[in-house]
């Protein structure tokens, strides 16, 4: 048995869950998600809780047990709590600045960088600091990476945009001494 997948999923109140054969739809108080259901995986709500588990020992379905689990998991805490990821910018004259659903960027290069956002995914800017937020953990994570793709910190002065717990690994310059 899948040490993750065997754990129960705790249903907080306030949330609804909708089993259909093909997919599986969680409503919060945030708003509502939806996530196919993988073959050979059954799951079951009972007492308040939800139960996933497989329906053989086949490789392909133990594989799976434990992310359809986690995937599940991942919809309860957004529709309740979200999830955010925090960018930081650095350097000389390196800006970021809300433009209605867009962010407009200033990092060095000849023009803007104009970066839509994606529906239900919204940004906040204070100082050097964006916060990326939503319900979808995956979307989040995914835009936080496009946006850190735009400009990432280079190794010598540490420029560029990072995530807020990154360290970037500093080389020394091209003398060879150590600053």
């Not at 129960?8 to 739809?25: A, L």
């Not at 906040?124 to 989040?140: A, D, R, Y």
């Amino acid at each position: 048995m899948s040490r993750i997948g065997k754990l129960p999923i705790v249903i907080p109140s306030g949330v609804t869950i909708t089993i259909d054969p093909n997919e599986i739809t969680v409503a919060g108080p945030k708003g509502t998600l939806k996530q196919f259901t993988m073959p050979g995986i059954v799951v079951a709500q009972q007492d308040g809780q939800l139960a996933v588990s497989r329906e053989s020992d086949e490789l392909a379905v133990h594989a799976k047990h434990g992310l359809m689990r986690t995937l599940i998991s991942n919809m309860v805490i957004g529709v309740t709590q979200g999830f955010s990821k925090k960018l930081e910018i650095n350097g000389v004259g390196y800006r970021a600045q809300l433009q209605g659903a867009n962010i407009k960027f200033n990092l060095g290069f000849s023009h803007d960088v104009i970066f839509p956002l994606p529906q239900g995914v919204t940004a906040t800017i204070e100082q050097n600091v964006i916060t990326v937020s939503g319900i979808s953990k995956q979307q989040v994570g995914q835009v936080a990476a496009e946006i850190r793709a735009l400009k990432k910190p280079e190794p010598y002065k540490g420029k560029g945009i990072k995530y807020a717990d990154e360290r970037i690994v500093r080389k020394s310059g091209k003398s060879g001494k150590e600053k």
